[in-house]
């Protein structure tokens, strides 16, 4: 049977515990360590050697010491690279990346001037363009450090950052401007610092902090040339929708713009996790709903021009620009704080296909670069050098979403261990009252390659608790298993199965999940996928023209797919029987077509190869209902 995420993405398919409504604050994690090995490990460590600590800090503060800029972006880039440096120390504790991450603190910090400012705009250009998101950047980068480090100077100048600001902008500044009349796409850019300024409440608890997020919250939804974040999300009105088409793409009446819009519900959530306001949470959720509806991917990303555009429905068509790794990034982050909310399997579900598809997909072979744009065909796009700079927004931002993966694996809620993500690694976490229990993970699988997931449980002593595994919406449950330490547990349905017992070190649970081969169609063209891997045809493989039309061989949506000898570029690979081109006459026969993880396919960045996630279908009309001519 298949199930449709459109469908059940809200339905009741949740924990039966209760999921607290904490603001995000700087408290100890009941996660204490994860390590990851096997293939994402390896990415997740190459990322943080060959781009994260390679980066020059330097060059990345020294605009903030000129302040001559007047409509670009390099205000960003600090705050991004910063973000995924701290969460990629939290992950391998690192003391030369602690020095690196602490030396450019101080040296953003050394730029703030005597009224707060931290940017590179100009006085007479602040609040146009990019300025206020340019500060939200770096006011999240300095709450991260505060957060790691105690430095209470980090927090005091993102505070002086927002004080600045507030005199700017707000209820409380001289003009009494609402802060969604500045900045690009209908005011999202500057609101979309909701973010931080919950965040500095939180830490600060000063009211100001406070009424400067509910103001910002109002300006969402303002009908006033603002983004109508809440109401247009309330109404059920598509992303791509929201606003006419604009006469410019790039311009301030665009309200389609993607990773802008989704960083404003990430800060609608935080502030929902304070105020306890629903509609802030249902504007949420109607609106991922709409994203997974309407621009999702088969990859697990989407947008052209960095902005919505109906694209689910048209992503078997060349694209330009399109599935922006910054654009995956937020995607993932949202759908990681909506699950942390909700409990909604089916998030880590879109978390698990982001990751293994458009983020892998992202990152070069050699480590050395993140793709700017990852289409579905034709090679990926390394981006341009931007603003004057020798970095672009993805290569800045991209480390950050490698740096979610470890973060999203596991959630302990009260006496649950939630199992989000599977893959080679070991965890140590609290569980129960007052976090008493100290348990360790290690997952012994070679997953997504293999279909067995073996969970060793070690509690320190014998103890009594859940641990919900995932059981992903693919999944055929005639094809899904369970055991504990031999004996079978029947599944019942997608989403959480939950296992209930005293726990004694040494516990093993066996899961297998359904990896055949599936056939997705659409627009008369065929892809195929396993488990939550997409696979493509590549160039490499010397098996053909990999454009050409073909007709995989394939019985109830499901493919027999034959391991193949791996290539050194591929993670993984198979062939799957098909014809090709147009020979489909009685001597038409299948032959073996290669295939390889799309994460795998042209990861070179060379134009002389070329890879394809959508294979165009040859139209055999004997399988089409017949139309008689209409003759008088």
């Known amino acids: 049977m298949k199930f449709s995420i459109t469908t059940l993405i809200f339905c009741a398919m949740f924990l039966s515990v209760s999921y607290t409504a904490q603001a995000q604050i700087a408290v100890e994690s009941p996660i204490k360590q994860v390590k990851i090995a096997g293939y994402v490990g390896e990415r997740i460590d190459d990322c943080i050697e060959h781009r994260v600590k390679a980066q020059d800090v330097e060059h990345l503060v020294e605009p903030f010491r000129h302040r001559t800029e007047g409509g670009r972006w390099q205000s960003e880039f600090w705050g991004k690279w910063v973000q995924g440096a701290i969460a990629s120390y939290r992950y391998n504790r690192d003391p030369e990346l602690y020095e690196i991450i602490r030396r450019s603190v101080d040296g953003m910090i050394s730029t703030q001037t005597a009224e707060g400012y931290i940017g590179n705009y100009k006085e007479e250009d602040q609040l146009k363009q990019w300025d206020v998101w340019g500060r939200k950047y770096t006011c999240l980068g300095l709450v991260a450090w505060y957060d790691l480090s105690g430095e209470k100077r980090a927090l005091e100048a993102a505070c002086r950052v927002l004080d600045h600001l507030m005199t700017q902008v707000g209820p409380t500044s001289q003009s009494k401007r609402g802060i969604a009349s500045t900045g690009n796409y209908r005011g999202m850019a500057s609101c979309s610092i909701l973010e931080p300024v919950v965040y500095i409440y939180n830490r600060t608890k000063q009211a100001k902090y406070l009424d400067f997020a509910h103001h910002i919250a109002s300006e969402m939804n303002s009908t006033d040339g603002g983004p109508e974040l809440i109401s247009k999300a309330l109404a059920d009105v598509p992303v791509a929708q929201r606003f006419p088409h604009p006469k410019t793409w790039f311009s301030r009446e665009n309200g389609m713009k993607a ?134 927004c993805c290569n800045a931002n991209g480390p950050r979403a490698f740096a979610l993966v470890p973060q999203a694996m596991y959630r302990v809620v009260d006496n649950t261990i939630l199992v989000n993500l599977y893959a080679q690694s070991e965890a140590t976490m609290e569980v129960g009252q007052k976090r008493k229990t100290q348990v360790q993970l290690v997952q012994n699988t070679t997953y997504p390659e293999g279909q067995t997931i073996e969970i060793e449980v070690n509690p320190k002593r014998e103890s009594n608790f859940q641990v919900a595994l995932r059981i992903p919406a693919w999944c055929d449950l005639e094809h899904v298993s369970v055991e504990v330490n031999g004996l079978s547990e029947k599944v019942t349905m997608h989403g959480w199965h939950i296992i209930t017992r005293d726990w004694r070190a040494g516990d093993k649970i066996t899961l297998n999940l359904d990896m055949r081969g599936r056939v997705e169609t659409l627009n008369h063209c065929q892809a195929v996928v396993r488990g939550p891997v997409v696979l493509a045809r590549d160039s490499r493989f010397g098996d053909g023209y990999v454009d050409e039309t073909l007709t995989i061989s394939s019985k109830d949506g499901y493919v027999e797919l034959k391991p193949v000898s791996k290539p050194d570029f591929a993670w993984m690979a198979f062939s799957v029987d098909a014809v090709q081109g147009t020979d489909m006459e009685g001597n038409g026969k299948p032959v073996p077509v290669k295939l390889c993880d799309f994460g795998s396919a042209g990861n070179t960045w060379s134009k002389s190869d070329r890879y394809r996630v959508w294979l165009p279908q040859t139209l055999n009309v004997m399988h089409t209902p017949y139309t008689p001519y209409n003759i008088p």
């Open 259 to 392: 990773y802008e819009m989704m960083s404003c519900y990430v800060g609608l959530l935080e502030l929902y996790k304070i105020t306890g306001k629903e509609e802030y949470l249902e504007a949420t959720k109607r609106t991922v709903r709409s994203i997974i509806d309407t621009e999702i991917n088969i990859a697990g990303s989407g947008a052209a021009f960095e902005c919505w555009f109906g694209g689910k429905e048209r992503q078997t068509l060349p694209a330009y620009h399109t599935m922006e790794t910054c654009v995956t990034f937020t995607w993932m982050q949202i759908c990681d704080r909506l699950l942390s909310l909700t409990g909604n399997a089916l998030l880590a579900d879109e978390i698990e296909r982001t990751m293994y598809n458009a983020l892998m997909a992202s990152f070069k072979g050699d480590a050395s670069q993140i793709s700017k744009y990852s289409p579905l065909e034709g090679w990926r796009s390394p981006g341009e050098e931007q603003c004057g700079m020798h970095i672009n």
